[in-house]
C-alpha cells in the first residue's frame, strides 16, 4: 500500500461526517472487492418523486401503497416530518415480491 492511500485510509477514518456502515464500504471499494462493496454499502432513501418516477405512476399512488403498508416509509434523521422510502423496498416491490 503506497503512503498516499494510507493517508487516505486515515482521513476516512477521522471524517466525522463518514458513518461505520460507509467507512466500511469505502474499504472494500478500496481492496477492489466489489462484492462486499455492494453489501456493505447504505441502502438509499428516495423522496415521494423519485419514488414515483420508478413506478411510472402517480404521488397519489405511492400515497395510497404507503397507506395500506405495501411500501414503508422512512423517516429521515434530523427532520420532523421528511419521509422517502428506502431503494431496496422500491426494487422489491417492482420485482414483483410484495412480501418483506
Excluded at 481492496?31 to 405512476?57: H, M, N, Q, W
Excluded at 421528511?82 to 420485482?95: H, K, Q, V, W
Aim: aromatic content about 4%; overall charge positive; proline content about 6%.
Amino acid at each position: 500500500m503506497t503512503d498516499t492511500n494510507r493517508e487516505l485510509l486515515k482521513l476516512i477514518e477521522r471524517d466525522p461526517a463518514t458513518t461505520p456502515t460507509e467507512r466500511k464500504a469505502l474499504h472494500c471499494l478500496h481492496r477492489g472487492d466489489l462484492a462486499a462493496y455492494i453489501t456493505a454499502a447504505p441502502d438509499r432513501v428516495l423522496k415521494r418523486a423519485e419514488a414515483a418516477a420508478r413506478f411510472s405512476c402517480g404521488l397519489r399512488s405511492i400515497d395510497r401503497w404507503s397507506k395500506i403498508g405495501l411500501l414503508p416509509r422512512v423517516r429521515l434523521p434530523g427532520f420532523s416530518r421528511a419521509t422517502g422510502y428506502r431503494e431496496s423496498d422500491i426494487s422489491r416491490l417492482i420485482a414483483g415480491n410484495p412480501a418483506k
